[in-house]
């Protein structure tokens, strides 16, 4: 039990030598220090506040020194340490001159003779440091960032609001919580490592790893972390970068399609060639009259061969969007309608078909051929998709797309476009397989089912139409594949010619520029044995001066599009202003954008590789015009 002490004896104590030993002691601290007694009346003080003075303090209640919200408290606290005779401490508010001051206020016992006789106060102004902690706590509760404080066991002590949003917890729910806990369990082991490095005095800069959300989503965090050397505390702050990175994945991925296009491409073009002098060679070996039907049914076998090569060249070109559109104004709706009963014959009865068009749909420039073959190469993968049976949806709708839109959709662009969506109730796909589905020849069926060519088409056509495509497919919840065409804007560079001539012969003088030997070879054979006089050079600079060096007219000129030392529309320019009024007729495997923009309007194109009567009719259409 503690003895009270009375007011003489804490007298005695100040009395003499002791208070100015307490002087001597206190007259330079920079902490006010003051005595009260039981009555809680101040016997001394070292010094004081502006506006106050020693002996206005001392003899008077030490409770008129605090404001009135904070005097219970105070006289509550004084009492408890004389009761006890332990020492506490506890804030208050001071106002100097209309400036509100913060001090703490630590208060201790005295004792004489086992009993307590009076208090020691020692008051220090901590305004500037709660302030800084004040806008501290302001920061750590509005940062946009994650800001997390841990013990060394790596349990949360301390988070803000946006840790917890980010995560979908409660700021309570997440303190004491492991915080491996949240990392998806693929990153947990270098986690834990990092952490424990962390521990050791290595600071942390831009460590990745994928934490879960409450709900499962998964997301991306990078990291800055360091540790307090004295308490062993981690200070984290985490950047949520999930879209980043989504975004990030999809360029890398549109790279790498561009370049598997680009390789593709002049696959494609090295094949066309070559197909063009096979194909064009067996015509002409077929009409050779004497055949036997041994050697013609062999003719007739390297010839289909031919034709599937070209098909499938065909569909790398699509891929590679190097394949020359042939784009008109068309209704999708209608489109649409006329594939449905073809599509009726091509799915098995035990898949249903349901289509949805949306009236007053916005008309789209596009190559119907082309997008015939996207709807068709989709249903047939939603077909291999559902072996038992299932539903086939096909939706057209108007869509609109604005900024708020493309702030949630990073791959997405501002317009008006018209929606296509093909979706189905298969097997729907993994991840790994959503990553590769566009690749060329890459294919999950077995080898005597499809080329893989299938879906890299649609991907090729969508993007050389100038349009979007999204996928969206899960494991036993089937696939959805939206498409994105641009509603009212023309991509046209070339039309589609459908040539009915009866007669394909002629005598008029051709120029044919192509700079690979076979297939000038071939297609100089094919025009003569038609009548025409043929002139061959391999490329456009000698086909220019083969035009200015001709003594008899040139009626038509074929031009090769791509071509070393000068391309067939960079030869064209000068070629007719050497010669009005010549007749053009240009070729290609694959051309690059560049060169098919700078073809004249109208421009008469075929693809290669083309067939002796193609050819032999085209030239004559031309020339009969």
Not at 409 to 437: C, I, K, N, Q
Request: hydrophobic share 40%; aromatic share 6%; proline share 4%.
């Amino acid at each position: 039990m503690l003895r009270e002490g009375g007011s003489d004896d804490l007298s005695r104590w100040l009395s003499g030598d002791g208070k100015a030993a307490l002087d001597g002691v206190t007259s330079e601290a920079l902490d006010v220090i003051g005595v009260i007694d039981r009555e809680l009346i101040v016997r001394y003080v070292n010094w004081t506040v502006p506006g106050l003075t020693r002996d206005t303090v001392v003899g008077n209640s030490v409770l008129d020194l605090v404001p009135p919200d904070y005097r219970s408290l105070a006289r509550d606290t004084y009492l408890e340490v004389f009761r006890t005779g332990k020492g506490t401490r506890f804030e208050t508010m001071y106002a100097d001159a209309g400036k509100l001051l913060i001090w703490d206020v630590r208060v201790g016992p005295i004792r004489a003779n086992g009993a307590v006789i009076g208090l020691i106060a020692i008051t220090t102004n901590v305004t500037e440091q709660r302030r800084e902690q004040a806008d501290r706590d302001r920061f750590f509760s509005l940062s946009l960032d994650m800001l997390a404080v841990l013990g060394p066991d790596g349990r949360f002590k301390r988070v803000n609001p946006a840790f917890g949003e980010t995560l979908g917890y409660s700021v309570s729910e997440l303190v004491g919580m492991f915080f491996a806990d949240l990392v998806h369990p693929g990153d947990r082991a270098v986690t834990l490592t990092t952490f424990a490095n962390l521990l050791r005095g290595q600071r942390v800069f831009d460590f990745e790893n994928r934490c879960s959300r409450k709900d499962g989503e998964p997301r991306v965090f990078s990291w800055r972390a360091t540790v307090d050397p004295l308490t062993g505390d981690v200070y984290a702050v985490a950047r949520d970068i999930t879209a980043q990175r989504a975004v990030e994945s999809q360029f890398r991925q549109a790279q790498k399609m561009d370049a598997i296009g680009k390789l593709a491409g002049g696959i494609a073009h090295d094949f066309n060639n070559l197909l063009l002098a096979i194909l064009a060679n067996v015509e002409l070996a077929k009409a050779n009259i004497g055949l036997s039907d041994e050697t013609a049914a062999f003719l007739g076998e390297i010839e289909g061969a031919g034709i599937r090569a070209a098909s499938l060249t065909n569909q790398l070109l699509a891929f590679s969007r190097r394949q020359p559109l042939r784009p008109a104004i068309i209704d999708l709706n209608e489109l649409i309608r006329g594939l449905t009963q073809m599509l009726r014959r091509l799915l098995p009865e035990n898949i249903t078909i349901n289509t949805t068009t949306s009236p007053e749909l916005a008309a789209v420039n596009a190559d119907a051929t082309q997008i015939e073959q996207v709807v068709v190469n989709l249903c047939v993968n939603a077909r291999d998709a559902m072996d038992s049976g299932g539903r086939l949806a096909i939706e057209t709708k108007n869509f609109s797309i604005d900024d708020a839109f493309c702030q949630t959709h990073p791959w997405a662009r501002p317009g008006r476009f018209v929606l296509l969506t093909v979706s189905d109730t298969g097997v729907g796909m993994t991840a790994e397989v959503r990553e590769h589905m566009f690749e060329p020849f890459f294919t999950t069926k077995d080898v005597h089912h499809g080329t893989g060519l299938g879906l890299s088409t649609v991907y090729g056509i969508v993007q050389q139409h100038g349009g979007m495509l999204q996928v969206s497919s899960e494991v036993g919840k089937g696939s959805k594949f939206d498409i994105y065409l641009p509603a009212d804007k023309g991509l046209a560079i070339d039309k589609r010619h459908d040539v009915e001539a009866t007669d394909s012969t002629g005598r008029e003088t051709i120029l044919f520029a192509e700079d690979e030997p076979r297939i000038r070879k071939v297609v100089v054979e094919i025009l003569e044995r038609a009548g025409y006089k043929a002139i061959s050079a391999g490329d456009g600079r000698e086909a220019v001066r083969l035009l200015r060096d001709q003594k008899e007219p040139v009626h038509l000129v074929l031009l090769d599009v791509v071509m070393p030392e000068l391309g067939g529309p960079d030869a064209w320019e000068q070629m007719r202003a050497l010669q009005p009024g010549l007749r053009v007729i240009f070729t290609t495997g694959y051309a690059d954008d560049r060169y098919l923009a700078r073809l004249p309007p109208r421009a008469e194109v075929i693809g290669k590789p083309f067939r002796p009567d193609e050819l032999l009719k085209r030239i004559r259409a031309k020339l009969d015009e």
